[in-house]
Structures are given as structure tokens and as C-alpha cells.
Nanobody, 125 residues
């Protein structure tokens, strides 16, 4: 198992930017494809973005495409989520998650077996 710790959340005005970080420890970071998910009270956790083990392939939810960028630094065991042009509807707890590299990255949250504790992002209008 890999342990994940998110940071970088906070309060920002609409149109602003934040960068979330997720530090991994415990196993070889490059053995994992990584994802970001978010959840608001009363709603199911939803997919935001994912990146394969090498960083060569990235995937985004339609709602964040063109505004968010996922990246990773395997030397630092860290995955990032750069969030620009933030909207009030982006307000949520954001979770980092890891999926064992099996050749084809799945965007289904049930295939991500390791999760961080989450970091709150609040976008004010």
C-alpha cells in the first residue's frame, strides 16, 4: 500500500487559482497511476483527473477540462493538480488516489485502492 497526503487546499475567489499536492510514501511511486477526485456533502465522490505512471497520459472530467492540469514528479513522489479559473461549483473536498499500474488506467474510483485524507477547496463568488 502507498500512503497519500494532500495539501494546498484553501479559500479562493472565483477566477483564482490553487495548486494541490499529494505526497506519496511507502511503495515505489512509479508503480502507480494517480487520480484526483472530489466530493461535496450529499453527493457521490466524482472523478476529476488522472495521470498514468509515467506522466505521458492524462485524463480529465469534462467539467474541468481546459482549467485543471494534473502532473507528477516521480523523483519527488508527488502528484499535482493545478486549478485555474476556479468556479464556486469547484468547491469540494479533493482526494488524491492511487491505482496499481496494470497497463490500462481505469477512471473508476473503485479501482483506486489507496486514498488520502482529503483537502478542502472553497471557491467564493
Amino acid at each position: 500500500q502507498v500512503q497519500l497526503v494532500e495539501s494546498g487546499g484553501g479559500l479562493v475567489q472565483a477566477g483564482g487559482s490553487l495548486r494541490l499536492s499529494c505526497a506519496a510514501s511507502g511503495r515505489t511511486f512509479s508503480s502507480y497511476d494517480m487520480g484526483w477526485f472530489r466530493q461535496t456533502p450529499g453527493k457521490e465522490r466524482e472523478f476529476v483527473a488522472a495521470i498514468n505512471w509515467s506522466g505521458g497520459s492524462t485524463y480529465y472530467a469534462d467539467s474541468v477540462k481546459g482549467r485543471f492540469t494534473i502532473s507528477r514528479d516521480n523523483a519527488k513522489n508527488t502528484v499535482y493538480l493545478q486549478m485555474n479559473s476556479l468556479k464556486p461549483e469547484d468547491t469540494a473536498v479533493y482526494y488524491c488516489a492511487a491505482q496499481t499500474r496494470l497497463g490500462r488506467l481505469s477512471l473508476d474510483l473503485t479501482d483506486f485502492r489507496s486514498w488520502g485524507q482529503g483537502t478542502q477547496v472553497t471557491v467564493s463568488s
